[in-house]
């Protein structure tokens, strides 16, 4: 993948909806959430047509905080998990991505206030509307030494969640992939916000 990757969704849509562009203009991902599901079931294709399936990601659990969400590629091999942590999480975001049972990455908001702003103004009729101009969020990816891998930064938009992703190390590819994976799953998770 060409980095940054442009990520955009509509917040209103009835059926969620993720579309990945790189640095060029190409699209790279389409995700599309099943709807009526009791466990998350997220479906990311290589096309807008859903012909090119390339990967699945399926909760562990009916709606949980601490539920695992499993990445897998078409032939469905396990590629790595998201996990929330629970009631941290509640002050400041924070979910583990992870591969072969380790935690690979850490995803941090990098400033809590931004999500307790947004909780509180969010609530309120009409200006409630504006919160995803105002506050932008920006999440770190670490690695477990600390040092930063990528960013997720939230771009200002009225009625649509639209974020970069930028690349702030080297990464294999399957690195890369599963980072990105968990970040997009993180936003389906988290779409409500900003």
Same mark, same amino acid.
């Given at each position: 993948?060409?980095?940054?990757?442009?990520?955009?969704?509509?917040?209103?849509?009835?059926?969620?909806?993720?579309?990945?562009?790189?640095?060029? %203009?190409? !699209? &790279?991902?389409?995700?599309?959430?099943? /709807?009526? +599901? #009791?466990?998350?079931?997220?479906?990311?294709? *290589?096309?807008?047509?859903?012909?090119?399936?390339?990967?699945?990601?399926?909760?562990?659990?009916?709606?949980?905080?601490?539920?695992?969400?499993?990445?897998?590629?078409?032939?469905?091999?396990?590629? %790595?998990? !998201? &996990?929330?942590?629970?009631?941290?999480? /509640?002050? +400041? #975001?924070?979910?583990?991505?992870?591969?072969? *049972?380790?935690?690979?990455?850490?995803?941090?908001?990098?400033?809590?206030?931004?999500?307790?702003?947004?909780?509180?103004?969010?609530?309120?009729?009409?200006?409630?509307?504006?919160?995803?101009?105002?506050?932008?969020?920006?999440?770190?990816?670490?690695?477990?030494?600390?040092? #930063?891998?990528?960013?997720?930064?939230?771009?200002?938009?009225?009625?649509?969640?639209?974020?970069?992703?930028?690349?702030?190390?080297?990464?294999?590819?399957?690195?890369?992939?599963?980072?990105?994976?968990?970040?997009?799953?993180?936003?389906?998770?988290?779409?409500?916000?900003?």
């Amino acid at each position: 993948m060409r980095f940054p990757l442009s990520v955009a969704f509509k917040k209103l849509a009835l059926a969620p909806q993720i579309f990945v562009h790189d640095s060029d %203009g190409q !699209l &790279q991902l389409y995700v599309r959430q099943k /709807l009526m +599901k #009791l466990k998350e079931a997220v479906s990311i294709f *290589g096309d807008e047509a859903q012909q090119n399936l390339l990967y699945t990601v399926q909760a562990d659990r009916v709606i949980d905080i601490r539920a695992r969400y499993t990445m897998r590629d078409a032939g469905g091999t396990e590629i %790595g998990y !998201l &996990q929330g942590k629970g009631m941290r999480s /509640l002050w +400041k #975001l924070h979910y583990e991505i992870g591969r072969d *049972g380790q935690t690979v990455f850490d995803v941090r908001e990098e400033n809590a206030w931004v999500k307790v702003i947004d909780g509180l103004v969010g609530e309120i009729p009409v200006i409630g509307l504006f919160t995803g101009y105002i506050l932008n969020p920006k999440y770190n990816v670490t690695r477990q030494d600390g040092t #930063l891998a990528l960013r997720l930064i939230k771009q200002p938009a009225l009625f649509q969640g639209k974020f970069s992703i930028e690349k702030a190390a080297d990464l294999s590819p399957e690195e890369e992939g599963v980072a990105v994976l968990g970040l997009l799953m993180m936003l389906l998770l988290e779409r409500a916000r900003g």
